[in-house]
């Protein structure tokens, strides 16, 4: 039969040199190169998890989970898991509470579970250290065994400070953060007003860390056009400048501010030897918020600089010769056609910033003195007091607030439009 004239062959089969088909060995030799650069980044993944993410996954963990009272007062958790908030101690619970300490007393976890009740209500860890040493003592009826070691044990914040320290999973250090408390019910209140400290310091610090990046903003802006706009040989001895500070440490940076803004410092010198201050008046520029502002300032400018610098100098001189060519003013022109097109360098530039201040401690603490502290300071003093756990809180809370903020720039301007370099 003759062939049909209009039915096509099937295609061959495209193979390589070696007999095997081209589509496997493409695919083979696509997955030994992801298994390559997977081999080449392995190094910088593992210290990415080992060294970020495990850290704050810990510290989150941290700031919800705390076992020093729970794992060592079985009896009377017991008791709590079987009572609803707000009921009284009964001898029952007393009893519970007595087989605890002597058992916390054997095993020395006397000042481990007092310091988890002392993170709820304050000073409760010397009457736990108090009441352990007297475990042996303690004899039916319990309750006044108790009550003759001290006589806080009938108060209900002591039971209500211990029932929301019984189970390890806690949300106690959120409340503290947010300037609450546990009533002796166990609903939460606002604490008293003049204990509020927390909510106070975290508004301060992104408004003073909004404020220092605004500065650096007006600072570095013509800092960044000059640099742009100067030749080459000039432009680069003035970058040297800008890139000075990197090479001093911070530290040293920080202590030559003290030393010309204190009262007898260099700038009150100045100000006192032409007449604009008197001698008796000096100004006051250290260990205050002022103090705080022009040092974080100083120290983050280069941040500024930088990003601005590098969208600037790609900007092409010609538009803005074209627009003047067409009747625009320097204003206009300035406002239409240069700054649109620097929005990037400051959006880069801002964000690195204000991030930056968010979480500087060493410069406020230097020179910020009582008035110039931020949140990242109460931070510090709560993990050197052993309180990591309301430590972690914190921090937690300041990341969040770092999220939110990098979330709503990237709603408003968008992540897309930043440029570093």
Not at 66 to 85: E, I, M
Not at 93 to 121: E, I, P, S, W
Not at 128 to 139: E, G, I, P, S
Not at 349 to 361: D, E, K, N, P, T
């Amino acid at each position: 039969m003759p062939a049909d004239p209009f039915v096509t062959a099937p295609p061959a089969l495209l193979t390589t040199s070696d007999g095997r088909p081209l589509k496997a060995a493409l695919a083979q030799a696509q997955g030994r190169a992801r298994r390559r650069a997977f081999l080449l980044v392995a190094p910088l993944l593992a210290f990415v998890i080992f060294t970020f993410v495990l850290p704050i996954a810990q510290m989150l963990q941290r700031s919800v989970y705390h076992d020093g009272f729970s794992a060592n007062a079985p009896a009377v958790r017991a008791w709590f898991a079987a009572t609803v908030p707000g009921t009284p101690p009964d001898e029952t619970a007393f009893a519970a509470l007595a087989q605890d300490f002597r058992q916390m007393k054997a095993d020395k976890t006397a000042g481990l579970a007092g310091t988890r009740v002392n993170y709820t209500l304050p000073e409760s860890r010397s009457l736990f250290t108090a009441t352990a040493r007297k475990a042996d003592d303690l004899a039916p009826p319990y309750r006044d065994a108790f009550l003759a070691i001290s006589a806080k044990w009938a108060s209900p914040a002591v039971w209500q400070a211990m029932r929301s320290a019984a189970s390890p999973y806690t949300s106690d250090f959120y409340l503290i953060a947010t300037d609450f408390e546990r009533a002796d019910d166990g609903t939460p209140r606002r604490v008293q007003e003049n204990q509020r400290i927390y909510v106070y310091l975290f508004v301060k610090t992104f408004v003073l860390s909004g404020v220092i990046t605004l500065l650096c903003l007006l600072l570095a802006f013509p800092v960044a056009h000059l640099l742009a706009t100067l030749p080459m040989a000039r432009a680069n001895l003035l970058m040297i400048l800008v890139l000075l500070p990197f090479w001093t440490s911070l530290l040293v940076r920080t202590s030559s501010w003290i030393v010309m803004l204190q009262g007898q410092g260099v700038v009150n010198d100045l100000l006192v030897a032409t007449g604009v201050v008197d001698d008796q008046n000096r100004l006051e520029m250290m260990y205050n918020q002022l103090g705080t502002i022009i040092v974080m300032t100083h120290i983050l400018l280069p941040f500024m600089i930088l990003p601005l610098y590098s969208v600037m100098k790609v900007i092409p001189p010609s538009y803005a010769r074209a627009a003047r060519s067409l009747g625009a003013t320097s204003w206009t022109t300035f406002r239409r056609i240069y700054l649109p097109q620097t929005l990037p360098g400051i959006g880069a530039g801002a964000i690195l910033v204000f991030i930056l201040a968010v979480g500087y401690y060493i410069t406020p603490a230097l020179v910020g003195g009582a008035d110039g502290q931020l949140i990242s300071n109460l931070i510090d003093f709560h993990m050197d007091k052993s309180n990591w756990s309301l430590a972690a809180a914190l921090s937690a809370m300041l990341l969040a607030g770092v999220l939110v903020i990098y979330w709503l720039y990237d709603r408003l301007v968008g992540i897309d439009n930043l440029k570093f370099g």
